[in-house]
């Protein structure tokens, strides 16, 4: 953690409105990305999203500061989305094809093909009820990684996982997915 982060963990702990308006600016966004990446719906994300900053200001006084202020709150954002995901048993893993299936790329479809485009939705529904049949840490860590952009180190930290945790959770998330899409797309 650097003297910034420290000072402004210091200035929050001292009830500094202003220095909690500056955490909720620098980390508001990506908050928000994560919550979506497994919610996958704008109004569940936003209020998950503004409960983990309702979470944070309670609970800041208990920051130890093991790891980086960043991982703690994303830390907090994934628990919180995967809570509503069991708690309401939402299921809103939609991905572009794209976005997900880097080791099964479609070709691309052209805008005007309507029945394309259509067939393209009913493969992202596949892919999203075969996200969600993995298990809870596959899900994390793959969702993180493909959706989110993070890297095998900011998950390790994230899901407090060592790296080949997440590179073996990863890898068997890819080959599960895989062998469940191959007579379905």
């Not at 980390?27 to 900053?53: M, P, S, T």
């Not at 939705?121 to 993180?144: C, G, R, S, V």
Request: hydrophobic share 40%; net charge positive; proline share 2%.
């Amino acid at each position: 953690m650097n003297i910034k982060e420290k000072n402004l963990i210091e200035r929050i702990k001292k009830n500094d409105n202003e220095a909690f308006r500056i955490l909720v600016n620098l980390h508001n966004e990506k908050v928000y990305q994560i919550c979506y990446g497994f919610l996958r719906n704008k109004e569940d994300a936003e209020d998950i999203a503004q409960d983990v900053f309702l979470e944070i200001f309670k609970s800041i006084l208990f920051f130890r500061g093991d790891s980086s202020l960043s991982t703690w709150i994303y830390r907090i954002a994934v628990n919180r989305s995967l809570n509503l995901i069991k708690k309401n048993k939402i299921k809103h893993f939609a991905y572009s094809i794209e976005q997900l299936l880097v080791f099964n790329k479609p070709e691309p479809i052209a805008y005007n093909e309507p029945f394309a485009q259509l067939a393209q939705k009913e493969q992202a529904k596949i892919i999203q009820k075969e996200i969600d049949k993995l298990p809870k840490n596959q899900k994390t860590a793959f969702t993180l990684n493909k959706y989110n952009d993070y890297s095998y180190a900011q998950i390790a930290e994230i899901m407090n996982l060592s790296l080949s945790s997440i590179e073996s959770l990863i890898h068997r998330a890819k080959i599960k997915l895989k062998e469940q899409l191959k007579n379905k797309i």
